[in-house]
């Protein structure tokens, strides 16, 4: 079945570089998108980039030049890399497989990681 | 950007009650609309997409409506595994954007 788990540090450091991994089954990455989403302590969601299924990437442009979105596609694992972390960037980060065509939408989400940015 | 504005910010409902949430785009999204229920703790789950196609596995007491800039939720009898919190999210155009919530919970 189709799974998705992020994994990461759960504490990062003021001005530090947040690394994520989201390891995908049940699906090929070449078939589908994955988003990035997070969640500020239970409030709204805020979608952060996508890796599309022919390798390409979009941004969220409130993350203009922080943010980084790559895969390894024989790991089936997609990675974010955000840098110059600050504390407004404390939540839940999800990774999301796209399960639209003419529109972009999440139809299977990962179980997220809660990362703390913190000194 | 699309903003979201999704009412109410929360509700309260009787077991057997009809619920909707209603969530307006700031320009025409075309019935890109999707529905998500996130309960505490747990990541989102998909409901509705396309504005009103219903996501395999979703009882059939939920059902959604709308287009141009309006649309809704509805939850035709309420039960208690219906509590959480709804969002509506855009996926016409990027950035993607999402409503602010709504948290439904039983009278």
């Known amino acids: 079945q189709v799974q998705l788990k992020e994994s990461g540090p759960g504490l990062v450091q003021p001005s530090q570089t947040l690394s994520l991994t989201c390891t995908v089954s049940?699906?090929?990455?070449?078939?589908?998108?994955v988003h990035w989403v997070r969640q500020h302590s239970g409030k709204s969601l805020e979608w952060m980039g996508r890796?599309?299924?022919?390798?390409?990437?979009s941004y969220n442009s409130a993350f203009t030049s922080r943010l980084s979105i790559s895969r390894d596609t024989s790991k089936s694992q997609v990675f974010l890399k955000m840098n110059s972390l600050q504390t407004e960037d404390t939540g839940t980060y999800y990774c999301?497989?796209?399960?639209?065509?003419?529109?972009?939408?999440?139809?299977?989400w990962g179980q997220g990681v809660m990362v703390t940015v913190s000194s | 950007d699309i903003q979201m504005t999704q009412s109410p910010a929360s509700l309260s409902a009787s077991l057997g009650e009809t619920v909707t949430i209603q969530c307006q785009a700031s320009e025409d999204i075309y019935s890109g609309l999707a529905w998500y229920q996130q309960k505490p703790g747990k990541s989102p789950q998909l409901l509705i997409y396309?504005?009103?196609s219903l996501q395999d596995g979703v009882p059939s007491r939920f059902s959604g409506s709308g287009s141009g800039t309006q649309y809704s939720l509805k939850i035709s009898s309420m039960q208690t595994e219906d509590e959480g919190v709804y969002f509506c999210q855009q996926g016409l155009k990027y950035p993607l954007t999402f409503g602010s919530g709504t948290k439904l919970e039983i009278k």
């Open positions: 890796m599309w299924s022919d390798g390409d990437t």
């Open positions: 049940g699906f090929s990455l070449t078939s589908y998108s």
């Open positions: 999301a497989r796209n399960g639209g065509y003419r529109y972009a939408y999440f139809d299977y």
């Open positions: 396309g504005a009103s």
